[in-house]
DNA sequence: CCATTTTGTGTATATACGACACAAAGACAT
DNA sequence: ATGTCTTTGTGTCGTATATACACAAAATGG
């Protein structure tokens, strides 16, 4: 495939790399997985798994390929969310990061640790070290931020969920990802019923009090004309077009 | 820079390019700026300007530089907008491509035609040729969803308009941008004004029936706390997910 | 000076939002 | 049993916001 051509003669290249934010919900907590580097530079610091793109590999393969390596999961949201080419951003040389955020739900743990490096931890991210390798704590920023702002207007806290759940703990799961304040029962109730994406499961579970209906999030909308806007808590807008500026990438 | 280290030896490395779609406005309508490629592959077709990144250049310093040689525009609004990676996207070799657009302002016209390709030229987003070369077509519906998207809730649109401008052509650009259906007059005035992002210059200027007030957009408000939410011509929200699950990159 | 065109403002109705009260369903103790 | 406690679930009410639409204002031209 590669072929030389007339006037088409690239300069030295970049390495490119892919890196994974992943997240997952652990004890009603959101929690992103880390990786102990065991090698200058940063060495013993906390990094978010990736690795090169291979030659003839999609970039979300890649991202895939990633994921299932230092997981074992399969099969799990997966979104680009931003690439990052600071000249410097990697001391030994020219890396250009394509990132990605995953989200994994949260009954499938068979999360099983990696070979390659010395640890693989989850974190709550409200508890996360500092700092993290590389630029890698802007990486992660950027994850946050997006997964917030999605949150108010896609189904995304689904994903992080176990297959079925309550209503209590969809409410958390929000409450979790976009701050402290405490969202409005009844509201959110209303709202998210309104919005015909849940299916009842019937049964019931106990929970201290009186128990929660479980529900199912309807699979078979896979027309994604819904829209699921939450405003209440609304955090801070600071819009992309902000943190780019911030980038200066 | 480079110098090679223990078990940091990345295989054969992609290209990486970065390619802008230029967005301004002529006679009231959005253009984008595309190319006439002059030799194979895809030679006569159009497409979208870009280049290699240099190996010591930001990604965006990159996408400024090619802006800059195209247009002779500099100090425009620029955002990355998803990179592209399939792996065939270029027949000649893997080239990886980060993808920016660039909003310039209908008043700053000095666009210097390119030294580089045969054609350069101004196409309206209606009117589009097509195909594109490459997998810009792809990139091209990315754009404008993103701009689209992005125009309702941000203060997008002010990017593409001259310095000093009346709400009616601030309203016909958002019709322009966000589809056909025309916008409530009354309730995009009420909105825009409560918004307080505009300043009055006080003059007038004659377009066949009452004279339209002229305005400035406030620029010191460079606290982007503002949020301007059109909800009326909500067009189709086909979510960047669903988009993600087209594209399989 | 009256019709026409386009800009600008006001109003009325419907819908959505946020705060809050209260009922329902269990567990547990007395 | 009965009452208390805790958590879930539902209803309501005032307010804000959105949308549709009417009408006034400022020019132009016959």
Redesign the interface.
Known sequence: ???T????E???????TVDVVIFTLREREVHVLLLKRR?PPFADQWAIPGG?????????QAARRELEEETGLQDV????L??F????RD????V?S?AYFALVRADVQQIRGSHESSEVQWFAVKALPQPLAFDHDQIMRFALDRLRS?LE??T?AFQLLPEVFTLPELKQTYEQILGEKELDRGNFYRKIKEAGVLESVGKQRESGGRPAALYRFQANRRD??F?FRWREARI???????V?DA???
């Open positions: 495939m590669v072929q051509k007339q006037s088409f690239p300069p030295d290249r970049p390495a490119v090698y090169f793109v291979k030659l003839d590999e999609p970039l979300d949201y997966l979104e680009q931003y690439t080419g600071a000249p410097d001391p030994r040389m020219r250009i394509v999605k207007y896609t995304l994604n004309d829209v801070e807008p600071r819009g992309e077009g902000a780019d980038v200066r990438d």
